[in-house]
């Protein structure tokens, strides 16, 4: 007998939605429709579908979003350092880290297509109200910590247009809140694709130095597949890599954002939409993995070139943002600091918009609270612009650039928090049901997921660890830090434990109830018009989503 699934999601203190799932089971009896009759292929049931191409064009928009945000003035950073402080070596990282993306971002919006909520909320649903709020708490500090580049390198882009101060800048950040919730009445679409194109045009501009300066291939292959962590940092300018290509927030964004997407009332349809989203997802990603890596070998490429100039040299000994333009020279000549502060410009944009939306999913399926996206703009940015602002009016560009590192490695502590409810959730039969990850996917999930975490935990400690040991601080200071920071390590390394062994205890996959054979049939095909043919019936998408500016 076939199967049923239906669960209505309470949004905000009215029913949003209700996410049917069907599963296939032994042939209709009573022989209504034989088993040769059946949808899965027989020409009496005619299924009325889009091309192929055009189908999967209807899916298109949640990943491109969300992988703006691998562009973004953190990775930036972060990658031009790892290319100035160790060459070629830390570019195992980036693929590692990337090809971690695409499954875990997958795996995010397959939890929102095959249950038709989103991560927060079925983080709102199985833990106790405590563990709620904490697990609120700490997504909403990975949004303002993701915040912080885009902040710093606006600030850094109008430094070089217009030779502001690097403080005054950071003030003007939020000025750019409010001129882009102004833009945005002109079509979102618009704006993002504008964002996107001047995004790209500085990755075209670091493949066309990539071109000049012709680094060596072996060097490059070789860095990029034996993993190494040698030098003065490695290891934490790898966590910083990590932390700004795998952030927490984007699992609870892409999980929401899929939910926009109007998604046939069948299983066929709901494993067509998975496959879409991760080709979707795949081809974004494989795109800003080159970005990623063109500009690492061309800051090592330059960077330890044996005729490098001393004025260079000096440069690429502390290498933020706000000078690295003159990586550039080789291909656009006088006019690469502008080019690059347009460029730069338009990447911190593209954080603004992706934590925008994350920041409102995640207070909405925490809280069941919404607020307007400029205000939730204007709030988030208000709250990074504070630590950027001390930073940069004590420190000045340096320690500016020092804390996107900083915000960089903040988002990779923050990761398990997002990362193992979503790797529990996807792989378990109590919220997925029969569209569960399969053994594989576990297993290669789980590995590097606790790859990732096991690398935070031993730099957390060491590096305390070290630095007690060698500061300049009195002793009875250094055991004041140490009764202060040795428990709340032990209370991140206590927390990561339980959400792994914690027993998931809400299900929210409701079991299959009987029903009428020719329902079942009807449903598995879509909805049986009076002319005889299938017509693919569209499950109603989230009511609350429904205002996200993706093409439909």
């Given at each position: 007998?076939?199967?049923?699934?239906?669960?209505?999601?309470?949004?905000?203190?009215?029913n949003?939605?209700?996410?049917?799932?069907?599963?296939?089971?032994?042939?209709?009896a009573?022989g209504?429709?034989?088993?040769?009759?059946?949808?899965?292929?027989?020409?009496?049931?005619?299924?009325?579908?889009?091309?192929?191409?055009?189908?999967?064009?209807?899916?298109?928009?949640?990943?491109?979003?969300?992988?703006?945000?691998?562009?973004?003035?953190?990775?930036?950073?972060?990658?031009?350092?790892?290319?100035?402080?160790?060459?070629?070596?830390?570019?195992?990282?980036?693929?590692?880290?990337?090809?971690?993306?695409?499954?875990i971002?997958?795996?995010?919006?397959?939890?929102?297509v095959?249950?038709g909520?989103?991560?927060?909320e079925?983080?709102?649903?199985?833990?106790?109200?405590?563990?709620?709020?904490?697990?609120?708490?700490?997504?909403?500090?990975?949004?303002?910590?993701?915040?912080?580049?885009?902040?710093?390198?606006?600030?850094?882009?109008?430094?070089?247009?217009?030779?502001?101060?690097?403080?005054?800048?950071?003030?003007?950040?939020?000025?750019?809140?409010?001129?882009?919730?102004?833009?945005?009445?002109?079509?979102?679409r618009?704006?993002?694709?504008?964002?996107?194109?001047?995004?790209?045009?500085?990755?075209?501009?670091?493949?066309?130095?990539?071109?000049?300066?012709?680094?060596?291939?072996?060097?490059?292959?070789?860095?990029?597949?034996?993993?190494?962590?040698?030098?003065?940092?490695?290891?934490?300018?790898?966590?910083?890599?990590?932390?700004?290509?795998?952030?927490?927030?984007?699992?609870?964004?892409?999980?929401?954002?899929?939910?926009?997407?109007?998604?046939?009332?069948?299983?066929?349809?709901?494993?067509?939409?998975?496959?879409?989203?991760?080709?979707?997802?795949?081809?974004?990603?494989?795109?800003?993995?080159?970005?990623?890596?063109?500009?690492?070998?061309?800051?090592?490429?330059?960077?330890?070139?044996?005729?490098?100039?001393?004025?260079?040299?000096?440069?690429?000994?502390?290498?933020?943002?706000?000078?690295?333009?003159?990586?550039?020279?080789?291909?656009?000549?006088?006019?690469?600091?502008?080019?690059?502060?347009?460029?730069?410009?338009?990447?911190?944009?593209?954080?603004?918009?992706?934590?925008?939306?994350?920041?409102?999913?995640?207070?909405?399926?925490?809280?069941?609270?919404?607020?307007?996206?400029?205000?939730?703009?204007?709030?988030?940015?208000?709250?990074?612009?504070?630590?950027?602002?001390?930073?940069?009016?004590?420190?000045?560009?340096?320690?500016?650039?020092?804390?996107?590192?900083?915000?960089?490695?903040?988002?990779?502590?923050?990761?398990?928090?997002?990362?193992?409810p979503?790797?529990?959730?996807?792989?378990?039969?109590?919220?997925?049901?029969?569209?569960?990850?399969?053994?594989?996917?576990?297993?290669?999930?789980w590995?590097?997921?606790?790859?990732?975490?096991?690398?935070?935990?031993?730099?957390?400690?060491t590096?305390?660890?070290?630095?007690?040991?060698?500061?300049?601080?009195?002793?009875?200071?250094?055991?004041?830090?140490?009764?202060?920071?040795?428990?709340?390590?032990?209370?991140?390394?206590?927390?990561?434990?339980?959400?792994?062994?914690?027993?998931?205890?809400?299900?929210?996959?409701?079991?299959?109830?009987?029903?009428?054979?020719?329902?079942?049939?009807?449903?598995?095909?879509?909805?049986?018009?009076?002319?005889?043919?299938?017509?693919?019936?569209?499950?109603?998408?989230?009511?609350?989503?429904?205002?996200?500016?993706?093409?439909?």
């Amino acid at each position: 007998m076939g199967s049923l699934q239906k669960e209505e999601l309470q949004s905000g203190g009215r029913n949003s939605h209700g996410r049917v799932v069907s599963v296939a089971g032994t042939p209709p009896a009573g022989g209504v429709i034989s088993d040769s009759k059946r949808f899965d292929g027989e020409e009496e049931y005619h299924v009325q579908r889009k091309p192929g191409w055009r189908n999967f064009l209807s899916y298109v928009g949640p990943g491109f979003l969300v992988s703006l945000a691998y562009l973004d003035p953190g990775n930036l950073e972060t990658d031009l350092q790892a290319g100035a402080n160790h060459g070629y070596e830390l570019l195992w990282v980036v693929l590692i880290g990337l090809i971690f993306a695409l499954i875990i971002q997958s795996l995010a919006a397959n939890l929102g297509v095959s249950t038709g909520k989103h991560l927060s909320e079925l983080c709102k649903a199985e833990y106790p109200t405590l563990v709620r709020y904490c697990l609120w708490l700490l997504a909403e500090v990975a949004v303002i910590a993701a915040d912080i580049p885009e902040v710093i390198g606006t600030a850094f882009a109008l430094n070089i247009l217009f030779h502001i101060p690097v403080w005054v800048g950071v003030l003007c950040t939020g000025c750019s809140t409010l001129l882009l919730i102004g833009l945005q009445r002109y079509g979102v679409r618009k704006l993002e694709l504008l964002i996107a194109t001047l995004v790209f045009v500085m990755a075209a501009c670091f493949f066309g130095e990539l071109s000049y300066v012709k680094p060596p291939a072996a060097a490059v292959m070789k860095g990029m597949f034996v993993p190494k962590l040698k030098g003065q940092g490695a290891t934490g300018d790898a966590i910083a890599l990590l932390g700004a290509l795998v952030m927490p927030h984007n699992l609870f964004l892409h999980s929401a954002l899929v939910l926009s997407r109007k998604i046939p009332n069948s299983v066929r349809g709901i494993n067509d939409a998975c496959r879409y989203f991760l080709i979707e997802s795949g081809f974004a990603l494989f795109v800003a993995f080159l970005i990623n890596v063109a500009i690492i070998s061309v800051s090592a490429a330059v960077c330890l070139a044996d005729d490098l100039s001393d004025v260079n040299a000096d440069i690429c000994q502390d290498l933020t943002l706000n000078s690295a333009s003159f990586l550039l020279k080789n291909v656009l000549g006088k006019s690469s600091s502008t080019v690059y502060a347009i460029a730069l410009l338009a990447s911190g944009q593209s954080s603004t918009i992706t934590g925008t939306y994350a920041g409102q999913f995640i207070m909405q399926g925490f809280l069941d609270l919404k607020m307007r996206k400029w205000l939730r703009n204007l709030v988030t940015r208000c709250i990074a612009i504070t630590p950027s602002l001390i930073v940069s009016i004590v420190g000045g560009s340096h320690a500016a650039g020092r804390l996107i590192i900083i915000a960089s490695m903040i988002l990779s502590f923050e990761l398990p928090f997002a990362l193992i409810p979503l790797l529990k959730f996807s792989s378990t039969s109590t919220k997925m049901g029969p569209h569960k990850n399969s053994i594989y996917i576990i297993v290669i999930s789980w590995i590097l997921g606790l790859g990732i975490i096991g690398i935070n935990i031993y730099y957390l400690s060491t590096a305390f660890v070290d630095w007690i040991i060698h500061n300049s601080l009195p002793k009875i200071g250094n055991v004041f830090i140490g009764i202060v920071v040795f428990p709340l390590m032990a209370i991140y390394i206590i927390s990561v434990i339980y959400l792994m062994f914690r027993k998931d205890k809400v299900v929210t996959f409701v079991e299959p109830a009987k029903f009428d054979p020719v329902t079942q049939t009807q449903m598995e095909g879509g909805h049986l018009s009076t002319s005889g043919r299938v017509e693919m019936q569209q499950v109603p998408f989230r009511e609350d989503l429904a205002d996200i500016p993706l093409p439909q």
